[in-house]
C-alpha cells in the first residue's frame, strides 16, 4: 500500500511539474517555441504515467487502450482527409510523426482523456450510489448506465472545448476559415459516447487517482492558457 501511495505521489508531482513549467515557459519566458515543440514528450509522460499508475492491469484495461487508439486514430483520419467527422482542418508539425496526416500522439490523447472522464464519472457515480443507498433508494441499473455514458462524453468533450483555441494558437492544427465548428464538438461527444460504453463494459479496475488528477491539472492548464495566451 505504501508503494502504490509512493507511486501515486511521483505521478502527481511529475504532472504538476511539467505542467507549471510549461505554464510558465509559455507565458512568462522567451523560450515559449521549445515549450510548445516538446509537448510531445510531455504527452507521452503523462499517458505512460496513466499505465504505471493503473491498478491490476489486465488485458482488457489495454484492449481498452488499443481501441481508444485505433477509434481515434481513425475517425481524425477520417475527419483531416475527407472532413466528414469534427469539419475541415489539418495537423502542424509540432506532434510529431503523422500517420495519413494524422500525429500517432493524437491515439494516444484520445484514451488520456476518455480513460480520465470515465474514471472521474466513476468515482462519482460511486459516491452518489452510496448516498442512494443511505436513503434506501436504488437507481435503476439502464440509468445509471445511461447517464454514466452521457456524462462521461460530455467531460470529454468540455476538455475537448477549452483545449481547442488553444492548440489552435500553439500550432497544434488549423481549422478552414479560423472557425472551430459546433461539429467538431458534436463529433467528440458521440465518439466519446461510443468509448464510453466500453468503459463501463469492460471488465477492468476504473478507480485511477492519478486520472482524476491528470484531468483536472490540465483542464486548468489549458484554461489559463486560453485565458492569457
Not at 505542467?19 to 517555441?33: M, Q, T
Not at 472521474?120 to 433508494?137: S, V
Not at 464538438?185 to 491528470?214: P, Q
Request: hydrophobic fraction near 55%; glycine fraction near 6%.
Amino acid at each position: 500500500m505504501n508503494s502504490l501511495i509512493h507511486k501515486k505521489n511521483i505521478a502527481l508531482f511529475i504532472a504538476l511539474l511539467f505542467h507549471s513549467c510549461g505554464l510558465i515557459g509559455i507565458l512568462c519566458s522567451p523560450f515559449k517555441g521549445w515549450f510548445i515543440n516538446n509537448t510531445p514528450i510531455t504527452l507521452l509522460i503523462m499517458a505512460s504515467l496513466l499505465i504505471i499508475t493503473q491498478l491490476n492491469k489486465n488485458r482488457y484495461f489495454y484492449l481498452f487502450m488499443v481501441l481508444c487508439f485505433v477509434v481515434g486514430m481513425s475517425t481524425e483520419m477520417i475527419g483531416v482527409n475527407t472532413g466528414l467527422l469534427f469539419g475541415k482542418y489539418h495537423y502542424g508539425k509540432v506532434l510529431g510523426y503523422q500517420f495519413y496526416g494524422v500525429p500517432l500522439l493524437i491515439g494516444m490523447n484520445w484514451f488520456s482523456i476518455v480513460f480520465c472522464s470515465g474514471s472521474i464519472m466513476y468515482r462519482l457515480q460511486l459516491f452518489f450510489a452510496a448516498q442512494y443507498q443511505d436513503q434506501e433508494e436504488r437507481l435503476m441499473p439502464i440509468f445509471k448506465t445511461v447517464s454514466f455514458i452521457f456524462d462521461s462524453a460530455t467531460l470529454a468533450t468540455l476538455f475537448d472545448y477549452l483545449m481547442e483555441p488553444v492548440a489552435v494558437k500553439l500550432g497544434f492544427w488549423t481549422w478552414q476559415n479560423s472557425s472551430i465548428p459546433f461539429y467538431n464538438y458534436l463529433c467528440w461527444f458521440l465518439i466519446s459516447a461510443l468509448l464510453m460504453i466500453f468503459f463501463k463494459v469492460f471488465t477492468f479496475n476504473k478507480e485511477n487517482d492519478f486520472a482524476v488528477h491528470l484531468y483536472i491539472i490540465q483542464l486548468l492548464f489549458f484554461l489559463a492558457l486560453r485565458i492569457y495566451l
